[in-house]
């Protein structure tokens, strides 16, 4: 690649903060969804370690307050059924039915749906000098 090709790449490139090893959860996210937050971050992390930045920790902590949301939602849903109470459970259904477009929608923004990654494009690296024949016979002649 020619320095002009492999500077447009890089202008294209999506960059995150660099190599974050760990998000911190937003004050606003309540206490008992913070395991759930450290871990969908873990993951992203992992999955992605050079697009993840930090301002995408209020996008994780929404998708994990919707997360618990459509779960407390569907446990109510269900609660209502088993009881006979079906006016109730559509009214659940509906509840949980905004939470579950709001979590899914995070995920999305997110990458963490298939379908997400699959639109994702992730910069490809320059190949090495070892492995371009073109780049090793330059290399011998600065060598010698």
């Known amino acids: 690649m020619?320095?002009?090709?492999?500077?447009k790449r890089q202008a294209g490139?999506?960059?995150?903060?660099?190599?974050?090893k760990q998000l911190r959860a937003p004050e606003w996210l309540p206490e008992s969804q913070r395991d759930e937050f450290n871990r969908v971050?873990?993951?992203?992390?992992k999955l992605m370690?050079?697009?993840?930045?930090?301002?995408?920790?209020?996008?994780?902590?929404?998708y994990c307050v919707a997360r618990e949301g459509w779960m407390k939602a569907t446990e109510w849903a269900k609660d209502a059924?088993?009881?006979?109470?079906?006016?109730?459970?559509?009214?659940?259904?509906?509840?949980?039915?905004?939470?579950?477009?709001?979590?899914?929608?995070?995920a999305n923004d997110?990458?963490?749906?298939?379908?997400?990654?699959?639109?994702?494009?992730?910069?490809?690296?320059?190949p090495a000098a070892?492995?371009?024949?073109f780049m090793q016979m330059i290399q011998r002649r600065r060598e010698a």
């Open 2 to 7: 020619t320095k002009a090709e492999i500077a």
């Open 81 to 106: 059924l088993e009881h006979g109470f079906s006016e109730s459970a559509k009214d659940w259904g509906l509840v949980q039915d905004r939470y579950f477009k709001q979590a899914r929608a995070c």
């Open 130 to 133: 070892e492995d371009n024949p």
């Open 41 to 45: 971050s873990r993951a992203l992390i």
């Open 49 to 62: 370690p050079s697009m993840v930045s930090r301002i995408d920790g209020d996008t994780i902590a929404t």
């Open 110 to 126: 997110l990458g963490l749906t298939i379908s997400a990654r699959c639109r994702m494009v992730v910069p490809e690296k320059p």
């Open 13 to 20: 490139e999506i960059k995150g903060d660099g190599d974050i």
